[in-house]
């Protein structure tokens, strides 16, 4: 009769310890997300570190030389106008807004004020009068000018992040206080089934190591198949994916060590409770 009321506790607390183990899981995802891919200073940093607003001012500068160009003024018109400064403002404040969840605004009104002022000024100097046509044409070269602008700092997949994101936190709002419950319901569980609360502590010991052990191994995985390294243009978009992907693969990596810390306190907790009734 004992041997099989201590079967059936056993393979009941096996299941509830394969049940925790799930648990932890998805608690260890859901930290990789918040302190990985869903935080916007790490996001910040990776567009930093991905040469983004210079590669974007290069862009931006070339289309706007075409568009002067192709409407007979020179090159100079743009000077003080389209700037690295204006595009890492205005790519600063793209990010921000898009990441809050916000319609991007975009700045551009000194930029066009410049634009117009530079042209008004060569116009001046050659003594051009300025007709209605004239000015009609230098509000069409400010708009598409002001359009390459507006397009060159923009970075789609920061709208996919922040759509992730919002689905992200409206899942976890709901889901993650259900995981905690029901994660603390089983660990009392197991430690109330057995005489002994270090038995019990052995299975949620199990739980935490298996959690870690399969976080850990499939960063490791990924990291050394190199998954992360996309190729996509243009080059600041490529840098960018691939820095932000290894960061998450880290983050993942770091929540595996963290678990085994974790993993290792209990233990010795369970070791020392063991001793207590020896």
Not at 110 to 131: F, G
Not at 233 to 256: G, R, S
Request: proline letters at 1%.
């Amino acid at each position: 009769m004992k041997q099989k009321k201590a079967f059936m506790q056993n393979n009941i607390s096996l299941l509830f310890s394969f049940l925790l183990t799930i648990l932890f899981l998805l608690l260890l995802f859901c930290m990789g997300l918040f302190f990985g891919a869903f935080n916007d200073k790490v996001i910040k940093q990776k567009i930093n570190e991905s040469n983004y607003y210079n590669e974007s001012y290069t862009v931006i500068h070339k289309k706007a030389e075409a568009v002067v160009k192709e409407a007979g003024l020179p090159v100079n018109v743009l000077e003080d106008a389209v700037t690295l400064e204006r595009v890492y403002i205005g790519g600063k404040y793209y990010v921000e807004n898009v990441l809050e969840g916000k319609t991007p605004v975009y700045k551009t009104e000194n930029l066009e004020t410049a634009l117009r002022k530079n042209i008004d000024n060569y116009l001046m100097e050659h003594n051009v009068t300025v007709t209605e046509d004239i000015k009609a044409g230098t509000d069409e070269i400010t708009a598409r000018i002001v359009q390459e602008f507006q397009r060159g700092i923009q970075f789609d997949f920061i709208y996919s992040i922040s759509k992730a994101r919002k689905t992200y936190t409206q899942i976890i709002t709901i889901g993650l206080p259900i995981v905690i419950l029901l994660a603390a319901v089983i660990i009392i569980f197991l430690l109330r089934i057995h005489k002994y609360k270090h038995r019990g502590l052995r299975y949620i010991t199990c739980s935490v190591i298996s959690a870690s052990v399969i976080t850990g191994i499939t960063a490791i995985i990924t990291l050394g198949s190199k998954l992360y390294k996309v190729s996509v243009q243009p080059v600041y978009y490529m840098a960018f994916l691939q820095k932000y992907f290894l960061w998450d693969i880290q983050i993942y990596l770091c929540m595996a060590g963290l678990g085994g810390i974790a993993a290792i306190l209990l233990l010795l907790l369970t070791g020392q409770m063991k001793n207590n009734i020896s």
